[in-house]
């Protein structure tokens, strides 16, 4: 399921439905058309149904680009994450005991929550752990700070600050940073009118329907489907790679420290 409920093999399914209805019920007002009263031409409709595909090339390739460059600051967010958290795991070994110890042990759990997070599919739920454990490893990097200050607590404060801070990055891209609904609704709309537009125009043309209208609708269908699976971190074909956790979290199963 998608983060929206929505399966995306369901969605391809009604985008080919949709514009399928769409290219016939303009084919055959097209034929009605023409049978009645023959008098509208067929190449100022030409004319009309290029510039409505142009503009809906147009609009489909600014929101593919859009998507492209979110999945691309998903991919990012992650090996940035993972250096963070590798880095604070390197220097809670500087830090005094019993934080040390305790410091290290949440981190590997950290990152088993994440690697976990992101394989099941519980974001929620890995979020929420994940927001517990900057607060106990915050309360460790205080009283080490309190019992050895010095550059060395600066210096692990200063990579934990970058953890969260990434941990906030993450929760924005992989959650709230989609295309908004709006530019959806226009997708789709346009789409439609392109669709029956161009069935407009054949049935004015009186000419049969041609096998060509097949390869427009899976084309108009396809595209859209690879946006929406851009669009969705954990579903569909196209997924961000958590080759960088997982590579972090067998180093820290290898070095526990």
Do not use: C
């Not at 593919?64 to 940035?80: C, H, I, K, P, S």
């Not at 309360?139 to 906030?168: F, M, W």
């Not at 060509?212 to 929406?228: H, K, P, R, S």
Request: charged residues 20%; positive net charge; aromatic residues 8%.
């Amino acid at each position: 399921m998608t983060a929206d409920g929505f399966p995306l093999w369901l969605l391809f399914a009604a985008l080919v439905a949709g514009a399928g209805l769409a290219l016939e019920g303009g084919y055959r007002f097209g034929r009605w058309r023409q049978a009645g009263t023959g008098a509208e031409k067929e190449a100022p409709v030409g004319a009309i149904a290029a510039s409505i595909l142009g503009l809906f090339a147009f609009l489909l390739a600014f929101t593919f680009g859009t998507a492209a460059a979110r999945f691309e600051a998903r991919r990012q967010v992650v090996l940035d994450e993972a250096n963070a958290i590798g880095t604070t795991y390197l220097r809670a070994r500087l830090l005094p005991e019993p934080q040390r110890a305790h410091s290290g042990a949440l981190l590997r759990e950290y990152v088993d929550v994440r690697v976990r997070g992101a394989r099941d599919g519980n974001v929620t739920e890995a979020f929420a752990r994940s927001e517990e454990l900057h607060g106990r490893l915050w309360a460790d990097a205080v009283a080490a700070a309190e019992a050895r200050p010095g550059p060395i607590a600066a210096l692990y404060v200063q990579s934990l600050n970058n953890t969260i801070d990434l941990h906030a990055a993450r929760k924005q891209t992989a959650v709230r940073s989609r295309v908004p609904g709006v530019i959806w609704a226009g997708l789709l709309a346009l789409g439609a009118l392109a669709m029956a537009t161009v069935g407009y125009q054949s049935g004015l043309a009186l000419t049969r329907r041609s096998p060509a209208m097949a390869g427009l609708i899976l084309a108009f269908a396809g595209v859209l489907y690879m946006i929406a699976d851009l669009d969705h971190p954990r579903e569909g074909f196209l997924r961000v790679s958590q080759a960088a956790m997982t590579d972090l979290q067998e180093s820290m199963k290898a070095d526990p420290g």
